[in-house]
């Protein structure tokens, strides 16, 4: 029996499902995964206008700012989502890559602050590791995305059991 003929273990036990759905921080994270794409857009518009126009340099370093600020905020109530749902604070199984790449999106977000901070980097080389941050930032969502995918898929697989239980 090699690895592809093992069952994959679900993405949630059912009781990690029922604590998912009851959670207020699954809503929370709701609200704010999407609230940071947005901020993400309109800073990423920024800081590429900054680097093509040498314009606006400001507004595009207000703007990772916010977007670092609301990473901040969807990181630690992830980390309370996780240790509600998995009974860990970061590194659960079912998402041990996402946290991997988290915390280099993390890294690289803080790192931005740093350099701001201290001036060790200035104009375009401070826009370019914005873009490395962001571009780190988006192979994670889109790993979050397929994960919440696999976790509607996995859903729907289970209660399919039960309405075909239903009918007659």
Not at 23 to 47: D, E, H, K, N, R
Not at 91 to 120: I, K, N, Q
Request: net charge positive; hydrophobic share 55%.
């Amino acid at each position: 029996m090699g690895p592809e003929d093992r069952p994959a273990r679900p993405l949630y036990t059912p009781a990690e499902r029922r604590r998912r759905d009851s959670s207020p921080w699954t809503m929370i994270q709701g609200v704010l995964a999407p609230l940071q794409f947005a901020i993400f857009l309109i800073s990423l518009a920024l800081v590429l206008r900054a680097l093509a126009t040498d314009d606006g340099l400001r507004a595009a370093e207000i703007s990772v700012i916010v977007k670092t600020v609301a990473l901040y905020a969807i990181m630690v109530t992830g980390s309370i989502w996780e240790k509600v749902v998995f009974g860990r604070w970061l590194f659960a199984p079912a998402f041990f890559w996402e946290d991997a790449v988290s915390m280099l999106v993390l890294a690289l977000h803080t790192a931005y602050l740093a350099a701001l901070a201290t001036g060790v980097l200035s104009g375009q080389a401070l826009l370019l590791l914005a873009l490395a941050a962001y571009a780190t930032y988006v192979v994670n969502a889109a790993q979050f995305l397929l994960k919440l995918r696999a976790a509607r898929l996995e859903g729907a697989g289970s209660r399919a059991p039960r309405l075909a239980e239903a009918l007659p």
